[in-house]
């Protein structure tokens, strides 16, 4: 069962979702992880050294196997990639190149793409609203050195320069197009929520060396363009399209000197002059609009109206999970996340990645404040 504590400094009751000493973390945050009426929730269960897929029952507590590694040939889960399917009936994963579609009723695995055995099929694919496409992108197999294990090879990754591609998979179908193809580090691929025609993705590697980080592109290959002419004293740290696709949201940073990119933990003396903004950008018309400055936090994501953003805290001194009215334009932090964001097999593992559930009513967060990273929720 769950266990609940009051957060040492707001005093705010947070309960922790997962056993202690077992590895546990929710999907990728802007990944479609809570069932439309917000009472279950998809995570990722380390067992017996291999990622699973559980899904939780967040009124009984109780966790149900989905799936895990598969056979030879293409052994590994992606354990950030699952996504509800909209009506709650199916889970889309992607386990090492194949793109599965689960049927929670029978637990029927139906294979929707396959990536060839040439590319290797390594991010989170983004769904569309309706469930009809996906949207991934693939690397050449021979221009892969990235290990997810560390951070060593991230910058080795982005200056290899890898030959890249985004693919659109009709879901119905079962068919796929190569949209765009380009020999740099993509990532990042996200269908825009009701519009099936738009996809952001980015430029990938490390924050201070990369061109720009914001790109748009159309289904059909058209209209490939970029959304922000970043200069060198800027990061923006990470972009998520509003819930009802009407902007692309990101976070803006002015540095004074970059910081080392390989430690996503950053300290007051390296961010004392940076100024933090959240923006919404248009993406028909590349209209940039500020909404307001905010704290030093590396994830955001806004609710199903758009009336609030949480963030995770990135300085080591303010550990928070932050709350944006952006209504007001003030912040509210709701409690402490404590997380060393160190990697666990994969760099991602402990990043806080806080994400609304769709009713609004709770965050639920990931951290290894217990020792070992673990899935906690607060209630708003």
Not at 115 to 142: A, C, Q, V
Not at 167 to 192: A, T
Not at 279 to 306: A, G, L, P
């Amino acid at each position: 069962m769950f266990r609940t504590y009051n957060d040492p400094f707001t005093g705010r009751a947070v309960t922790k979702l997962t056993p202690d000493g077992i590895l546990c973390h929710h999907p990728y945050f802007y990944n479609r992880m809570f069932s439309s009426d917000s009472r279950y929730l998809i995570f990722s269960q380390e067992e017996e050294k291999q990622r699973t897929i559980r899904m939780l029952d967040l009124e009984s507590g109780e966790s149900r196997f989905l799936a895990g590694p598969g056979n030879a040939g293409y052994p590994l889960l992606a354990d950030f990639s699952p996504n509800f399917s909209a009506d709650n009936k199916s889970i889309f994963y992607n386990r090492e190149g194949r793109i599965i579609r689960l049927e929670l009723d029978s637990n029927k695995e139906d294979i929707i793409y396959e990536s060839p055995h040439e590319w290797k099929g390594y991010t989170n694919p983004s769904l569309s609203s309706d469930d009809r496409f996906l949207i991934t992108i693939e690397l050449f197999r021979e221009d892969s050195v990235r290990d997810t294990s560390s951070w060593d090879s991230f910058e080795p990754q982005w200056r290899k320069k890898p030959r890249c591609r985004l693919v659109l998979i009709d879901v119905e179908k079962k068919s796929s197009k190569v949209i765009y193809e380009e020999k740099l580090w993509l990532g990042h691929p996200q269908l825009r929520p009701f519009h099936n025609n738009d996809i952001s993705y980015c430029h990938e590697g490390p924050a201070t060396l990369i061109d720009a980080r914001l790109w748009f592109i159309h289904a059909d290959g058209t209209g490939n363009c970029c959304l922000h002419d970043q200069q060198r004293d800027e990061i923006i740290t990470h972009e998520f399209w509003l819930a009802d696709g009407s902007k692309l949201g990101f976070i803006y940073r002015k540095l004074e000197a970059p910081p080392d990119e390989k430690v996503p933990v950053l300290s007051s003396k390296e961010t004392q002059n940076v100024e933090q903004k959240i923006f919404y950008i248009d993406t028909d018309t590349c209209q940039k609009e500020f909404i307001m400055n905010s704290s030093i936090y590396c994830h955001s994501m806004t609710n199903f109206d758009n009336s609030f953003m949480t963030g995770d805290g990135q300085l080591k001194e303010k550990p928070y999970i932050y709350l944006a009215d952006l209504r007001t334009k003030t912040e509210t932090i709701l409690c402490r996340h404590d997380s060393s964001w160190k990697p666990y097999g994969n760099t991602q593992d402990a990043h806080p990645h806080p994400a609304f559930s769709p009713d609004g009513k709770k965050i639920v967060f990931c951290s290894d404040r217990d020792g070992i990273p673990g899935i906690y929720m607060v209630s708003l």
